[in-house]
Every structure is written in structure tokens, then in C-alpha cells.
């Protein structure tokens, strides 16, 4: 009996240290693997198969000791150095790999971005085709990689709350496909320089706040590109310097941990308690993982012999962490040298076999419309100029679709009226199309969840309706939206105890509980990113700007990553985040901006809706939720206080985005305005009415999308006169609008005398109601050019 206890245990030690010796050497296989990919992928883009390459070369022993310990349900925010992170997890290839570097289009082979992003910029999917949300619990999921330094930092922050919320929140406990109990780590990984930026100490500090569940890991190698870490950081260690942020018994902050990154089995050791506690106590801890090497130098346009000491460069060669863990496994007889030649010949073919099939796959379909392409061309052949161009078409060797577009429109060129071309004419407009669809699509939800396909609810109002302030709207609407929606949380700055500064949400903490309504510090950056983390995974966050003129601070995570989250994955990632904030006009240089222009540009991929007044607001709010796509809605901030009758179907009515509304018709002039100048023209309109001047007045409710329908131009086409009022600045959002009509809706064609735009000066507006009259249009302003058309 005893005998056979001793020879279970004896085997079952045997096991585990198999067991143990087989994941190590695993690790040590995926690391070399990844060096190659880093090796050749470099050779790629210097033999020109691939425009420019960034790699992962010098992290991959602390990647595949960090990769042990991402679970299902996790998510990771990083940047471009994790290639080995991603093999180790199994949530890329090496093929995969390759095809991102080659810009392949086709989703299959590069799964993260269908050719969009640059190499390494990894995802996973997250929606399905429907809009749907995958069971991301179970998986292990990775937001979209983006190129901005420290740009990831805020979502991080944003996943990792998440996991609070759903922790916290007991309405969301049966959303278990979303989250097992927020047990789930956002596993944050950022380069040692680009801690610099303001996203990370914002961040941090965040973090520190809130305690959520989110592990940063630095990687530091000690140079941003060329800049050392002595002009990046305070004592030029990012741990040191963040020491105040210590969690200490009995206060919130963070753990800080340093390790070194040749070092696999102090970094496994220290890593397998430490992540533990984050999981199960929401503390957020920092990594800063030190001695890191970058044999390769930044990437592919430049070379580190430049900015690094021969002395550095001889010290990244010995601290190689794959030179390191090899003498390790030596050391521990965990493998002899034999073995480990066979994993690194073996990586090597691996690789390359790899790299070959992802070339075949991404040439083969260029190559097939080359030939295409000629036989199309054959028809006009004789001439000889059209025979060339096909002949120059063949002989290229890596060709692009480009080259077959380029090619394709000199031959149409070429045939001029001939009929002959008539089928290559079609053929052209088909490529177009197809190329379209490839390079052009999935900026906004374009499926079930697009918020274009939400059905129109008109308001309904009950004989008897109130009429109240238009705050007191919002309120109402909020208390019933947070009442039958559970999956909706709203924050921002004084939103919470005081229910915003305008009282939207006066109340309903006490009512919904601090976990679905609160304050957050002054930090529109991670507001926002707390906003776009609760999105992407499945909630529906409303996210505060105070004020519009703040909207500036939180603008680049919008910009940069909400924008193009849609996009970016090929529609396998939606965020449909929805900002809140108040503007146009009130006093002052940072309280009455109207930035639209900038906004517009800057926000493509967001929708941007101005409503009049707070019923149009609530009915924009109802559209965006039952829908995926990311919105900014600005609410008049002087109407707050304006009456408006209460409709009795507060959350079921929806106003269709990029559906103007003629608020009042007229026959002389049409006029085109949005948001706060509504009232102003309205104002004009009676002085003008009274002179015999009949306006038309049409609220545009949405600058993106604008006016899908083109019923502006129908307007116009009764008017032959058209005015474009904000008050934005001189060429802002109203030459916006007057594009949109003259161009796209070529309203150029039915003009009789020529069109206006009225704006707001170039200067920020003057303090006080003078400031304010002199400096954004008035009606004096609005009857003055109106009575000029009339005359001219
Ligand atoms: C906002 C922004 N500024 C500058 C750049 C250009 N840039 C790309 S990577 C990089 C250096 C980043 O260094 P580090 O954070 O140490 O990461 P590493 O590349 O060394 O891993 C810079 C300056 C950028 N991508 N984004």
C-alpha cells in the first residue's frame, strides 16, 4: 500500500514537472518564433514586400511570462510591441502576422484590421454581424490596438472599470456572457517613453481612484524612438516616480511592482500572486518591466546604431532575454542544447513557412485581377498605347490594385467615345465599387445596429401635458431611461450629488444608486475612456463633458479611437458610446464656444447631433440606444429654462438622425441653422415677417449625418434664396452646411441671387451680453442679410 502511495506521488510529481518543463520550453518556442517574425518581417519591408514594420523584438520573455497569466474574460489595451504576447495567447499567428504587415484586405487573413492598421496593431472580435455582442466573458479579448502614444491608456482605464461596474451593479449580475462578476483584468501594456504623456498620469491616477482591476504593464528599454529615458522621466525610473501613488493600508492607489524582462522566473513568480490580486481585488497595479533590449532598433525606418553607445548596444546583446532564458533552461536542466537547436531551427522554418503562405494569399488574389484585368483590356488591343498598358500590367511583379485602377483609367483614357470600351468602362466603375466596399466601408455601423435604421417614433402628447422647464425634461426622461434600461451608467463632473450642473439628473443618484449615476475628478481625457471601455464591452455609458468648450480635452480619444473603432476592426468592434454635454451660448471665452467646424472634422465616425431644445435631445437619445454607433449630443445650454411640453412617451420616441425639420415655412429665403442661433433666426423671422419677408426656417438637428434625404435643396428650390446661420467661426460648421447643399445636393443650380453664411466673428466671443451680441450673430444680423438678398 505504502509502496503505491510513494510510486502516485513519485509519478505525480513526475507529471507536473513535465507538465511544468513542457510549458517552459512552449514559452521558449513562441519566443523564438517571434524573433524570427521580427527578423524577417524587418527583411520584408527592406526588400520593399511591405511598406513599414514595427516589432516586438527584445519583449518577448516578459510577454510570454505576462501571457500566462491572461484568463478568458480579460482584456488587454496595448500598443505595437506585443506581437509575442498575442502568439503566447493563441490570439495570433505568425501567417496572421504577415498579412497585416503586407496590408492585406481580406478579413480572414488579417483578422485584426483587414489590412487597415499598420503590422501589429491587434484585435479581436467583439460584435457580430448583427451588432451583436460575443460572449466576451468567455474570451479573451483584445481592443483594437491604435498608433498615438499612451493613446490605449484611457480605454484601459474604461475596460478595467467595467469589470467595477459589473461587479457593482446588481441589475447587470445576469449579463453573464458580458462578465463573470467583473472578475476581468484590462491588461494595459505601454512603452517606458510614452509615459510621458499626460493619458498616462491622468490614468494612474484615475486608477488610483477607483480601484479598478487593471494591470499596466511598462516596458521599458529605455529610449522613446532616439530619446532616452533621462529626458522622459523624473529620475528616469517611471516606479520611482510614481511611488506616491503606493496603495497603503487603509488608502486607495496602486502596486508597484518591478521586474526585469530577461529574468522568465522572477517574473512568472511575481506576476502569478500579483495579477491574483488584482482579479480579486480590484487593485490596480503598474509592472514597470526593466532591462528590456530592442535588438532591432524602433523600426524599420531608422536604425539604433545612431542614437544608442556601442557600449549600450554590447549590453542589449548580453541581456538578450532570449539569450538569458536559454542559459536558464541550461542551468536548470530543463533542456540540453540539442533541443533547444531543434526549437530554434524549428522556429525558423516555422516562420518562414508562415510568412510564404501569407505572401501567397495576399499576391495570389492581386495577380488573379491582373489577369482579369488584361483579358478586359483585350477588346481595345489594337490600339497600341492600350496594348502597352496591359503588357506594362503583366510584367509587374508584386503588383497593387492600384496599378490595375491606374492602368484600367489611362486604356478608358485612351479609347476616349470609342463603344468598344463600353465594357471596360463598366468593368472601371464595378472596381470602383468593389475597392469601395474593400477600403472605404464600416465607418458607422452599417448593419441592424446602425443608428440610420432606427424606426422614426413621433412624440405623443397627452391633452393635458405639462409644460415645464426643459432641465425638467431631461430629468424626467433620465428617471425613466435609467428605470427600463439597466445596461445604461452616466457620469461626468458634478453629474452625480448635484445631478449636473443643469440638474439632468437631479435626484436620480439617490434613486439608481452611486454605480450607475456618479461624479468623476476633472479628467475629460479618461472620462471619456471610461466611456469607451464600458462601451466596447456591451454597455451603454453616457459620458459627461461639462461644457462644450471642454470637449477640446477629451477630444483626442474620440478622435483617435471612437472614431475609428468601427472602422478600424472592419465592423468587428463597436463602441457606441454616447457623450453628453451643453453649449453654444452662454458668457465668456471658455463658456460659449460653439467649435462645430472642428468637432465635425475632427469626430468622422461619431454622429453630432444639436438639438434645439431638450425633446428633440431626449427623442436623440432614444434613436442612439437602440442602436451601435458612437454619438455626441450638445444641448443648448440658455435652454435649460425655456418651457417645453412634456410628451407622454418619453423613452419610446426617437428623431431620426440627418432628418432636418422645417420649423416654420416660407416662401423668400430659406434659412438653415441648428442648436442655440435656432431661436435667434426665429427672433429675425418676425421682424422680417412683419416687413413681408415669408421665411423658411429648417433645423438641421443633425450636422452628422447631414441631411440624408436632401430636403434642404427642395427648399430651396421653392425659395432661389439660401442663408446658413451658427455661431461657429467664419468658415466652420455653416461652410460646412453650405457645402453639403451646394455640392451634394447641388443647390448651386437654383439660386437667384448668391447664398450666405452667417457666423459667429473669429474671435473667441467677448465677456457679457454685449460681448455676446457683438460677437455671435444676432437677429440684427439675421434681418440685415436677409433684407439685402432680397434686394440684390
Ligand atoms: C502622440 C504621438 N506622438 C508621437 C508618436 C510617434 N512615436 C511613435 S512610437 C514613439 C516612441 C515610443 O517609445 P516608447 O513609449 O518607449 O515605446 P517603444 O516604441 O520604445 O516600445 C513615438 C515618439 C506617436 N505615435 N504618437
Redesign the pocket.
Known sequence: MDTNNNNDAALQEKLSFDNFRNAVLKDYQVACESRETSLLGRREVLTGKAKFG?FGDG?EIAQVAAAKFFKPGDFRSG???DQTFMFANGLANVEQFFSQLYADPNVEHDPFSAGRQMNAHFATKFVNENGDWLNLAHLKNISSDI?????QMPRALGLAYASKAFRKIKELNDLTNLSNNGNEICFCT????????GHFWETINAAGVLQVPLAVFV???????S?P?KY?TTKASISDALSGFQKKENTNGIDIYKLKGWDYAGMCEILEPAIQKIRDTHTPAIFHVEEIT?PQG??TSGSHERYKTPERLEWEKEWDGLKQMREWLIANALADEEELLKIETGATQFVKESKQRAWVKYIEPVKTLVAETVEKLTALQSNAGIKKLADDLVTLREPMRRDVMKTVAAALDIAGNDTAANEVREYYAKLKKNNAAVYNSYLYNEGPKSALKVTPVNPVYADDAATINGYEVLNKYFDELFTINNKVIAFGEDLGHIGDVNQGFSGLQEKFGVDRIFDTGIREITIMGQGIGLALRGLRPIAEIQYLDYLLYGLQPLSDDVCTTHFRTAGQQSCPLIVRTRGHRLEGIWHSGSPMGMIINALRGMYVCVPRNMVQAAGMYNTLLQANDPALVIECLNGYRLKEKLPANLTAYTVPLGVPEIVKEGTDVTIVTYGSTLRIVLEATETLDKMGISCEVVDVQTLLPFDINHIIVECLKKTNRIVFVDEDVPGGAAAYMFNKVMEEQGGYKYLDVSPRTITGKAHRPSYGSDGDYFSKPNTEDVVDVIKEMMSE
Request: hydrophobic content about 25%; glycine content about 12%.
Open positions: 514595427i519583449k500598443y505595437y510591441r498608433a498615438p502614444t499612451a493613446g505601454i512603452g517606458d517613453a510614452s509615459t510621458s504623456e516596458w521599458d528599454d529605455g529610449y522613446g524612438i530619446v529615458k522622459q530592442q524602433h523600426s
